[in-house]
């Protein structure tokens, strides 16, 4: 935090990224030391999400509303539309190529779509160490190791539970959507005042999690050994 005028220094200016220092609070969310483009991959994606690619940007969040209109009034469900979709381009496809062979045209060829090994073997390795990360914290939070952990993720699911409950998967995942094309540029923008904000949010929870931690959890017995009963 003391390091994020040095921070800034290295950042590349041809981003336009914001990059506040914070000192009001010195807390920074996420406890990054990067900027938010740096911390979400400094790619291609990254500036979708941040609106720099505004066409595209714009693009999907037209193409997320109009699939959620499709699924959610129409009544059609996913299954059923893929189906259509491809059938439609499959008999489309069929139909001009069998017209072109019969005017004696020369048929555009489509390019191959192949899967190489090396793309196969790197999304592999990719997800086994996303997976091995998730079984660590299954683990950690089972065994009652780290219980703000453990209460973020009672909390989360909960969370989820409620929404479920109150509307569907396909609304769930447009707002999920819309959530992650804006709240990105939203934060970029205003990140100086939303780390203030986030910072008295976390200072207040980890006083109350440290009077709550010393008062009760630390009296919880973590492994319990159970006695040999008398021959």
Known sequence: MDNSH????HVDRDNNSTCSTSTSSGYRLFDRQTTIHQLMGGGKAADVLLWKRQRISLGIIVVATVAWLIFERSGVSFLTLCSDVLLFLIVLRFLHANYASLRDKQIQTLPELVLSEEMVNYAA???RIKVNYLLLLAHDITLGK??????????????????GSLVS??????????LSVTLPALYNTYEEQVDGFAGTIHRSFSRHYK????????????NVVPKDKPM
């Open 211 to 222: 009077i709550v931690d010393e008062s009760v959890m630390n009296r919880i017995p973590r």
């Open 146 to 163: 780290d219980f703000r952990l453990f209460f973020m993720v009672v909390g989360f699911l909960w969370l989820l539970s409620v929404l």
């Open 169 to 178: 998967f396909c609304t769930l995942a447009y707002i999920g959507t819309i």
């Open 6 to 9: 040095d921070v800034c220094d």
């Open 125 to 127: 390795a990719s997800f």
